[in-house]
């Protein structure tokens, strides 16, 4: 889904997606057939209209839009880059490009199937090798875009590629995961299996005793201990561990 994206008529079409953190010659495809699970309606487009300052439509507005009430200032702001997708239901204003089923608000939204389609191309991921030499290079501006995507993205693609970063050789990039690791709260029932690896076996950099990163993988851990009841006990035998208490 994306303002940039064309609708044709029972069609996918595809777009490189230049500004995602999988690269610049990746493909993403802009579904012209998206469907409502909630509703069981096709889902309906408005090019060049974004919520006015009011924010978006109230729920129980949506039927008579979706059935041809017109949208209309001040409720919308014409003439923006932005696209309205709406069905009975749901509704949601997109700027940039989104994957389906990532919207807080329509999470009932998916392809309905393009059985007339000339082409299918599938979105193609970055292997975590190559998305984590790309948050490791000193000019990298990825992990603030990284860390603006939803948990599935997360869980999916950024995961994996900061695992590999938390044993980097170089100490800021070991630094950024594992703050990384920290601010991503809504990780740690995944994030944690690796913390505690790590504390169990020390490797490089973190079997110094006194080390910055020993330190900070303590910090991590602690947090994730006063938020993860079922694996406290195991979580603070790990931090007595890091603290030579065991």
Same mark, same amino acid.
């Given at each position: 889904?994306?303002?940039? #994206?064309?609708?044709?008529?029972?069609?996918?079409?595809?777009?490189?997606?230049?500004?995602?953190?999988?690269? $610049?010659?990746?493909?993403?495809?802009?579904?012209?057939?998206?469907? *409502?699970?909630?509703?069981?309606?096709?889902?309906?487009?408005?090019?060049?209209?974004?919520?006015?300052?009011?924010? @978006?439509?109230?729920? $129980?507005?949506?039927? =008579?839009? %979706?059935?041809?009430?017109?949208?209309?200032?001040? +409720?919308?702001?014409?003439?923006?880059?932005?696209?309205?997708?709406? *069905?009975?239901?749901?509704? =949601?204003?997109?700027?940039?490009?989104?994957?389906?089923?990532?919207?807080?608000?329509?999470?009932?939204? *998916?392809?309905?199937?393009? @059985?007339?389609? +000339?082409?299918?191309?599938?979105?193609? %991921?970055?292997?975590?090798?190559?998305? =984590?030499?790309?948050?490791?290079?000193?000019?990298?501006?990825?992990?603030?875009? #990284?860390?603006?995507?939803?948990? @599935? %993205?997360?869980?999916?693609?950024?995961?994996?590629?900061?695992?590999?970063? #938390?044993?980097?050789?170089?100490?800021?990039?070991? $630094?950024? =995961?594992?703050?990384?690791?920290?601010?991503?709260?809504?990780?740690?029932?995944?994030?944690?299996?690796? #913390?505690?690896?790590?504390?169990?076996? *020390?490797?490089? @950099? %973190?079997?110094?005793?006194?080390?910055?990163?020993?330190?900070?993988?303590?910090?991590?851990?602690?947090?994730?201990?006063?938020?993860?009841?079922?694996?406290?006990?195991?979580?603070?035998?790990?931090?007595?561990?890091?603290?030579?208490?065991?």
């Amino acid at each position: 889904m994306g303002s940039w #994206l064309p609708q044709a008529d029972d069609e996918p079409w595809r777009r490189q997606a230049k500004d995602e953190p999988w690269g $610049e010659h990746d493909e993403v495809i802009g579904c012209s057939r998206l469907v *409502c699970g909630d509703c069981k309606v096709r889902v309906k487009t408005f090019d060049c209209m974004s919520f006015s300052v009011a924010g @978006p439509l109230a729920r $129980e507005e949506l039927p =008579a839009i %979706y059935e041809g009430t017109p949208l209309s200032p001040p +409720r919308v702001t014409w003439g923006t880059r932005d696209r309205i997708y709406l *069905c009975k239901c749901s509704i =949601a204003e997109i700027g940039g490009v989104k994957e389906v089923g990532w919207l807080d608000h329509a999470d009932g939204w *998916c392809c309905g199937g393009h @059985p007339n389609a +000339r082409r299918h191309v599938p979105v193609v %991921y970055p292997s975590a090798e190559v998305l =984590a030499a790309k948050l490791a290079a000193p000019t990298s501006s990825l992990w603030e875009r #990284l860390s603006a995507y939803r948990h @599935p %993205y997360l869980l999916r693609i950024g995961w994996p590629a900061v695992t590999l970063l #938390l044993v980097h050789a170089d100490a800021r990039v070991r $630094e950024r =995961a594992l703050a990384f690791v920290e601010a991503w709260t809504v990780g740690f029932p995944v994030t944690s299996s690796r #913390l505690l690896d790590l504390a169990k076996r *020390c490797p490089p @950099p %973190y079997d110094d005793d006194d080390g910055p990163d020993r330190l900070a993988l303590a910090r991590v851990l602690a947090l994730q201990a006063a938020r993860l009841e079922p694996r406290r006990a195991v979580i603070e035998h790990a931090l007595r561990v890091l603290r030579g208490d065991e």
